[in-house]
């Protein structure tokens, strides 16, 4: 708080003027930080702290448009570059005045010693804990490289894609190059009156000339030894080697629900070099939420696999890996991704292939992710699905990042043959799940870019499943990439040429069902036909139905009919069923006899006419016998019948 005073950070104010006067109180505490090299005591004000009405100060700010860099993008633009120097940006915060008529809002209470009265001071600059101090904080340093972008364009490109808050993580490919950045991010910044502090790099040369004060302190408080381990953006990272660490330090508390989290929580990885790892971690807590116990129930389901993952923890300062991904005269550059799932869930892995002129290959991770499996079950091949979605947004990611290195060839390699059949085929045919995800990877990854890889061969096999710390620092596979990715192209895996015969019935359960729809005009009374089986009912229906046409047009009650079906009515009706049965049946016959033409044999027996009412009959002259008194006599009677339907 004396600093505050003396830099100017802070000063006296007269008391508030009553109390609805427009002013903020801000509590404040200290916070030890014994690993810091800077600010081992720090000031923590709780603008969140709510006032008589109700509010904070921060429930009435707007925060303002996140102006963050994407931390993962900062970080793999820092991995391109073969010489780098990091460094922060000191109170940066503190640099950066905010009008006097606001400070009313950032007034505090503060005493040197007991024995002193309690004064009100204001907080002249932005502080921390205001919800919308990074966005003040960052629109500061944008528009100050916006000002001068003319007299220090490189550094003015570095604030604006190379800065993570007040962390500085940039490079070039020379020392001399590097060294004339450095002079301009620092006249840039000194236009601000920000100053750099705690700087290191890989090149000595950029960092032998400065006092210590300026420098980052690499001592490891644990050893005593003076080793250049420095943390960028939460990794380990040591200039002298240029290789990222990694240093876990777990404690020893009682395995509850509430621990595993903690201990998972304090494994930052940002890139996921350690994806076989924490994807271990994942499936725990996955499994912890599942058994639904409280905050503070030991699990005794998972107690000792979560005992063996802590226990091995600390031997992941083991691991290094290299920080610059490219040979020095590089020839060629090459992204290849490795997809893959289990039941436990799925992953996927990018690696750069470079080529130098002698023919050299290196093989470098450049970045991974993994996600459990939902709860809702999906088959397996639909999560190897999932794994090459997830690939797919990486190496579109990743190769959109890395336009400068000139990559050549995207090589995408799963180990589903059920997938690389989903994905030679137009979306359309599979269903809405496999659809969706298929049209998505087309998208990013054309379908010429996949390729069939053993499991064996599969890096992202081990980050599908999870490792132990002990497995993960040993595990060859998945730091350097298959052994024939080192070799020439000829001698990679082709992809077996009867594979899709095997899984077609795979492919197939996937397929879309097409429904064809075929619109018919049926018939009002082909569809009673059809629904009623009563005759009787079927005159009856008819007979209703004429009477409330008759009924409709006539306009007296006199001329309506009411009552039960009469005979009449019943007749018409059966009429009208056999005219409509003759026209569906005899169509062509009905033609001929209204054309006066000859009709089919097998009916022209039957010698046929049109009645009045167009109801086919037959003419046959048919003998009966009538019964007399005088006895029986034969008469000819000629009978006139109605066709029969079909």
Not at 179 to 205: D, M
Not at 226 to 253: H, M, N
Not at 364 to 370: D, I, P, R, W
């Amino acid at each position: 708080m004396q600093d505050y005073l003396e830099a100017g950070h802070m000063s006296l104010a007269p008391p508030a003027r009553g109390t609805t006067a427009r002013s903020y109180y801000i509590p404040h505490h200290c916070v030890q930080k014994p690993d810091s090299a800077s600010t081992k005591l720090r000031v923590v004000f709780d603008v969140s702290a709510k006032c008589a009405n109700g509010q904070s100060l921060n429930d009435t700010l707007h925060t303002g448009p996140k102006l963050l860099q994407d931390i993962v993008r900062v970080l793999l633009n820092f991995r391109l570059h073969r010489v780098v120097f990091t460094a922060d940006v000191r109170q940066m915060y503190r640099q950066i005045s905010i009008p006097p008529n606001d400070r009313e809002f950032q007034r505090i209470i503060w005493r040197s010693s007991p024995d002193d009265a309690l004064q009100d001071y204001y907080l002249n600059t932005v502080t921390y804990g205001v919800c919308s101090a990074p966005f003040l904080a960052i629109r500061t340093l944008l528009q100050l490289a916006s000002d001068e972008q003319s007299r220090f364009p490189r550094a003015a490109a570095v604030v604006r894609s190379d800065i993570y808050m007040d962390d500085i993580v940039t490079g070039c490919d020379s020392v001399q190059d590097a060294l004339e950045l450095q002079e301009q991010l620092i006249k840039l910044l000194q236009c601000g009156q920000f100053e750099l502090r705690k700087r290191a790099s890989n090149a000595l040369p950029l960092i032998e000339h400065l006092d210590s004060s300026f420098r980052q302190d690499v001592r490891d408080f644990d050893s005593g030894d003076s080793v250049a381990s420095v943390k960028i953006l939460g990794l380990q990272w040591l200039p002298s080697q240029d290789v990222f660490s990694f240093k876990v330090k777990p404690t020893d508390r009682t395995c509850t629900k509430r621990t595993i989290l903690s201990e998972i929580a304090r494994i930052f990885d940002p890139l996921d070099f350690l994806s076989p790892l924490t994807f271990f971690a994942k499936h725990l807590i996955q499994q912890l939420w599942c058994l639904g116990l409280s905050w503070d129930t030991p699990p005794a389901e998972i107690t000792h696999r979560w005992e063996q993952y802590r226990s091995q923890l600390p031997g992941m300062s083991e691991i290094k890996l290299k920080r610059h991904l490219l040979t020095r005269q590089h020839l060629s550059c090459e992204l290849h991704g490795f997809c893959d799932a289990s039941e436990m869930g799925y992953a996927a892995a990018v690696y750069l292939r470079g080529v130098d002129y002698n023919g050299d290959v290196s093989i470098s991770l450049v970045m991974a992710k993994s996600k459990v499996a939902p709860l809702k079950r999906r088959s397996l091949p639909q999560l190897e699905l999932c794994g090459a979605h997830l690939l797919a947004k990486l190496l579109s990611y990743v190769s959109s990042l890395y336009v400068k290195c000139n990559i050549t060839v995207v090589t995408a390699w799963t180990d589903s043959m059920i997938v690389l059949g989903w994905l030679r085929a137009s979306p359309h045919r599979w269903k809405t799940f496999v659809s969706n995800r298929v049209a998505y990877i087309q998208d990013k990854v054309p379908s010429e870019c996949w390729r069939h890889v053993r499991s064996s061969d599969n890096p992202a096999d081990c980050a599908s499943r999870g490792l132990l710390p002990d497995e993960v620092k040993n595990h060859n596979l998945w730091w350097r990439g298959p052994n024939w990715l080192h070799q020439d192209p000829d001698f990679w895996p082709s992809e077996p040429s009867t594979a899709f015969l095997r899984e077609e019935a795979m492919i197939n359960s996937e397929t879309r069902r097409t429904i064809l729809l075929i619109a018919t005009e049926e018939n009002a009374l082909d569809r009673l036909i059809k629904n009623c089986s009563s005759l009787s009912r079927i005159k009856i229906i008819i007979a209703h139905l004429f009477r409330f046409v008759n009924n409709c047009r006539v306009a007296s009650n006199s001329n309506r009919r009411f009552g039960p079906i009469s005979l009449d009515e019943q007749t018409t009706a059966m009429n009208v069923l056999i005219k409509h049965t003759q026209r569906s049946a005899f169509e062509d016959t009905i033609r001929k006899l209204e054309d006066k033409q000859q009709c089919a044999k097998p009916i022209q027996r039957l010698a046929p006419f049109l009645d009045q009412k167009g109801i086919i009959r037959d003419g046959v002259v048919r003998v009966a016998t009538v019964k007399t008194t005088n006895g029986s006599i034969r008469r000819p009677v000629v009978k006139l019948c109605p066709l029969p339907s079909q």
